[in-house]
Each structure stands twice: as structure tokens, then as C-alpha cells.
């Protein structure tokens, strides 16, 4: 799988060892993150990983800042792409599971890196369900494309 990954300032002490984790796990790595304490823009970064992912140029995509709030608020913008914060086993799964989600965006500050790195593996290994959950999915893409209800 290719998965690009992106990280602000905040993050940026975590991407070496995510890269290696998921370079460790037979993917291909693009790395588009912050190697520097200096402050960056999230939004930049978010816009970076989630425009490779909306052009399907990768297959997922792996953000991190302060709390993961903000690179989900800004790589929601782009199409196809379904962001989301996770901060547990479980809603890494079902974020998966149920939602297809194809952005992780992680906290930096409130997650420990064993819990990174387990929530990580599962996201890459839970698959997309379908059925019911495709039907909805669905749905999200027509409201990108200002297709559902008003």
C-alpha cells in the first residue's frame, strides 16, 4: 500500500519512527512532513497528504499535529477524502470498519507511541466492510459533489 504522511511541528518528532513502521510493514512511504520543531501551517501539511490521496496518487494517508483536530478540519476539504481524528483501538477500527476512512489523523500530544503504533497497525489491517456502510459512504460522496439534500 502507499501511504503518504504528514506532519506539523508538533508531530514531527513521531514521523521517523510512523515511517519506519510502515516501511517495517511492507508499505511504500511518501513522506510529505515537517522535519523541524519550527512552526508550520497544519493546513498546508493536511493539503499536501490529502490532495495526493483525493487524486488517488496514494492509497491512504496519515496526518499529526497538536491534537489531530486541525488536520482533519482541513484534509476534509479535498474530494474523496474521509478524515478523521482517532484516539483508541476501537475507533481506529470502526473508522475503518464502518466509515472506509482513508486520512488517520493522530494527536501527537495526547497519544503515547505504543498506542500510535498499535492503532496504526489496526487501522491498515481492519477492511472496509460495505453492505449498509458502502450505501452511506456513498452518501458522503454525493454531498461533495452537492448532490444531496439541501
Same mark, same amino acid.
Given at each position: 500500500?502507499?501511504?503518504?504522511?504528514?506532519?506539523?511541528?508538533?508531530?514531527?518528532?513521531? /514521523?521517523?519512527?510512523?515511517?519506519? +513502521?510502515?516501511?517495517?510493514?511492507?508499505?511504500?512511504?511518501?513522506?510529505?512532513?515537517?522535519?523541524?520543531?519550527?512552526?508550520?501551517?497544519?493546513?498546508?501539511?493536511?493539503?499536501?497528504?490529502?490532495?495526493?490521496?483525493?487524486?488517488?496518487?496514494?492509497?491512504?494517508?496519515?496526518?499529526?499535529?497538536?491534537? !489531530?483536530?486541525?488536520?482533519?478540519?482541513?484534509?476534509?476539504?479535498?474530494?474523496?477524502?474521509?478524515?478523521?481524528?482517532?484516539?483508541?483501538?476501537?475507533?481506529?477500527?470502526?473508522?475503518?470498519?464502518?466509515?472506509?476512512?482513508?486520512?488517520?489523523?493522530?494527536?501527537?500530544?495526547?497519544? !503515547?507511541?505504543?498506542?500510535?503504533? /498499535?492503532?496504526?497497525?489496526?487501522? +491498515?489491517?481492519?477492511?472496509?466492510?460495505?453492505?449498509?456502510?458502502?450505501?452511506?459512504?456513498?452518501?458522503?460522496? &454525493? +454531498?461533495? &459533489?452537492?448532490?444531496? /439534500?439541501?
Amino acid at each position: 500500500m502507499r501511504i503518504a504522511v504528514g506532519t506539523d511541528h508538533r508531530g514531527y518528532a513521531i /514521523r521517523h519512527k510512523l515511517i519506519e +513502521l510502515l516501511r517495517g510493514l511492507g508499505h511504500e512511504v511518501i513522506d510529505t512532513g515537517n522535519d523541524s520543531p519550527e512552526p508550520v501551517d497544519y493546513p498546508d501539511v493536511a493539503a499536501g497528504v490529502a490532495s495526493l490521496v483525493s487524486r488517488g496518487e496514494v492509497d491512504r494517508g496519515i496526518l499529526i499535529c497538536g491534537t !489531530g483536530l486541525g488536520m482533519c478540519i482541513a484534509a476534509n476539504k479535498f474530494p474523496g477524502v474521509r478524515a478523521a481524528p482517532c484516539h483508541d483501538d476501537l475507533t481506529a477500527e470502526m473508522s475503518r470498519r464502518h466509515n472506509d476512512l482513508n486520512v488517520l489523523c493522530l494527536s501527537a500530544d495526547l497519544l !503515547g507511541e505504543r498506542l500510535i503504533d /498499535r492503532m496504526v497497525e489496526i487501522w +491498515l489491517n481492519t477492511p472496509f466492510e460495505g453492505g449498509r456502510h458502502a450505501r452511506r459512504v456513498e452518501k458522503i460522496r &454525493q +454531498l461533495e &459533489q452537492g448532490l444531496g /439534500r439541501p
